[in-house]
């Protein structure tokens, strides 16, 4: 009787094992997020995220390749998560790169700023979550300092126009709509209008 009960729990493992299908779906979202992650160059940005992905795939083909399937879904889930991870660490701080370079070559960039990223690129390991954080921030402080600088510009070139009167105002009011919905550029293009002499 207990070589039959052992023979039908062991006819039962395998009937499950046997169930069990390959992770296609989990190993093909694992090599797509490593691509998407690679296409935006994560490595530098975030290289131990970026490694570990690889890894973590390699050991999901390994466990894919010895039928381990159990093994090889949780390995390409980690791959997926950890490429992910990477991919938007590496699109906060390009973000907050192109920010700041853009601040900067308009003479806006606020210390803050460089702090933040400095401070985003050393936390990328320790917690990946801050430093993404602080990517945004300092994305967010330098797009406001540009906005913040292009209406200083704006309203010093429009004191300098020479059209004072209503229109001049009316101009005004559109051009702080256009700073606060941070359209620098258009701001000063409806100031120039204006005032053609004054454009950059």
């Known amino acids: 009787m207990r ?3 052992l023979w039908l729990i062991g006819l039962l493992v395998l009937l499950l094992a046997s169930c069990a299908s390959a992770p296609t779906q989990e190993m093909a979202d694992a ?5 998407a992650a690679e296409q935006v160059g994560a490595a530098p940005y975030a290289a131990e995220q970026m490694n570990e992905a690889q890894a973590a795939l390699s050991g999901a083909e390994v466990n894919l390749a010895l039928g ?5 879904k949780d390995w390409a889930l980690l791959a997926r998560d950890k490429a992910s991870e990477a991919l938007l660490i590496a699109q906060a701080i390009q973000e907050a790169e192109q920010a700041a370079n853009a601040a900067n070559s308009m003479g806006y960039l ?3 700023v460089e702090v933040l990223l400095r401070e985003a690129r050393s936390l990328v390991t320790e917690d990946p979550d801050q430093a993404i954080l602080d990517a945004q921030l300092a994305t967010k402080l330098a797009d406001e300092a540009v906005n913040q600088g292009e209406l200083e510009r704006a309203e010093a070139e429009l ?23 941070h359209k620098g550029s258009a701001a000063l293009d409806a100031l120039h209008a204006v005032c053609p002499s004054k454009r950059r």
């Open 3 to 5: 070589a039959i009960r």
């Open 31 to 35: 090599r797509s997020a490593i691509r």
């Open 68 to 72: 381990d399937y159990s093994k090889a």
């Open 110 to 112: 606020p210390i803050q």
């Open 159 to 181: 004191r300098v126009c020479k059209a004072h009167g209503s229109a001049a105002q009316h101009v005004l009011r559109q051009v702080r709509s256009y700073l606060d919905a």
